[in-house]
């Protein structure tokens, strides 16, 4: 018999080289070491999110300049924003925006990327329809502003009420077919 080691700072982690993500043993010296990169940038990317987030919670601006981050923060915090705001539908559908705000009748959803893969407003668009979803708001009633930050540029982006209700619609429907499944596997 083993008294096998205890590890209990581990428990509920995974290693980058575990068993649970096994491709890694198909992979070249190369692809490991661009895999490991592109783990780290993720990890970056969190940290930066969360300071971020400390910054806009407490109100201290960075040093005005066109860098990404600087942007997103000052941006946040001369809009009053609230960052990292989880918008809920139901359990199948939810979120956390970067930074929300809504005054004036005005929704604005801004997103920090961090990465180098271009981003995508359809992210910003399933925020809205969340948002609108729980408060009841409808789109063709308020103006909509969206703002992805990335690489030191801002995309500015205006949703038609069209595109939202669209996918309002989505939400609504593909949540009661997983709900109906769920219901079937009980």
Excluded at 86 to 96: D, K, P, V, W
Excluded at 140 to 157: A, G, K, S, T
Excluded at 170 to 175: G, M, N, S, V, Y
Aim: a neutral charge.
């Amino acid at each position: 018999m083993v008294n096998f080691n205890r590890h209990s700072n581990l428990e509920g982690q995974h290693a980058f080289l575990g068993a649970s993500k096994y491709h890694w043993i198909n992979y070249s010296e190369e692809k490991v070491a661009e895999s490991y990169a592109k783990y780290l940038a993720v990890q970056k990317g969190t940290i930066l999110h969360d300071f971020a987030a400390r910054c806009i919670k407490l109100g201290q601006k960075l040093p005005k300049s066109n860098k990404t981050l600087n942007m997103y923060v000052n941006d946040a915090i001369g809009f009053k924003m609230i960052p990292e705001q989880i918008l809920y539908f139901s359990e199948n559908c939810y979120g956390t925006a970067d930074a929300i705000a809504f005054r004036n009748n005005t929704l604005r959803i801004h997103d920090l990327k961090t990465g180098i893969t271009p981003a995508h407003m359809e992210q910003l668009e399933i925020y809205t329809a969340l948002f609108c979803l729980e408060y009841k708001c409808k789109p063709m009633d308020i103006q909509m502003e969206l703002r992805l930050y990335q690489n030191n540029e801002i995309q500015v982006y205006n949703p038609t009420a069209e595109d939202i209700l669209s996918i309002m619609d989505k939400i609504i429907a593909f949540d009661k077919i997983i709900d109906k499944i769920k219901m079937q596997e009980a």
